[in-house]
């Protein structure tokens, strides 16, 4: 996330990105999970940068969307129902790892629903101005813990516990 609270810039750009983060940037994160439950926006986005920043790494990738691509990738799951049976199809999937849940629609669903234990957010040094906010207009608030926080480079990784 940019430091003024973007996951993505105008156009849904997130090349910036990578100028700051790869996957070596904090492997516990990725060695911890065991899938991914993304939105059908960010999976389109996420396979762009892929082909651009190396693949996935992460376990078993759930695309949820209510349009499921014509001639699907063999290495995604795409769902069509709804956010909980998501989440437990893609918690099932995980195992004894983490699931994570990227986008803002997918993720605010889910924060709404109480679906969410744990919110991980990667802080990067750069000001977008402009984008798509870490969560969309009209969430509820919700009480946070933080537990951690770690520093690699210019990018700050704070991990915090959603109070029920």
């Not at 063999?74 to 983490?98: H, M, Q, S, W, Y």
Request: proline fraction near 6%.
């Amino acid at each position: 996330m940019s430091l003024d609270g973007f996951i993505a810039g105008p156009g849904h750009t997130m090349d910036w990105i990578f100028e700051h983060l790869t996957s070596a940037t904090f492997p516990e994160v990725m060695a911890a999970t065991g899938a991914m439950l993304i939105g059908r926006g960010t999976y389109e986005v996420g396979k762009r940068m892929s082909d651009e920043n190396g693949g996935y790494d992460g376990g078993a990738q759930f695309v949820l969307t209510h349009r499921p691509p014509d001639d699907p990738d063999p290495d995604v799951t795409f769902l069509t129902c709804d956010i909980e049976e998501a989440v437990a199809t893609a918690r099932r999937a995980a195992g004894d790892k983490n699931l994570e849940i990227l986008g803002a629609d997918v993720a605010a669903q889910c924060l709404r629903r109480g679906l969410v234990d744990e919110i991980l957010v990667y802080v990067l040094p750069v000001l977008l101005g402009d984008g798509v906010r870490f969560t969309p207009p009209g969430l509820d608030p919700i009480d946070l813990e933080l537990f951690s926080t770690i520093q690699s480079g210019g990018v700050t990784m704070l991990r915090f516990h959603v109070r029920k």
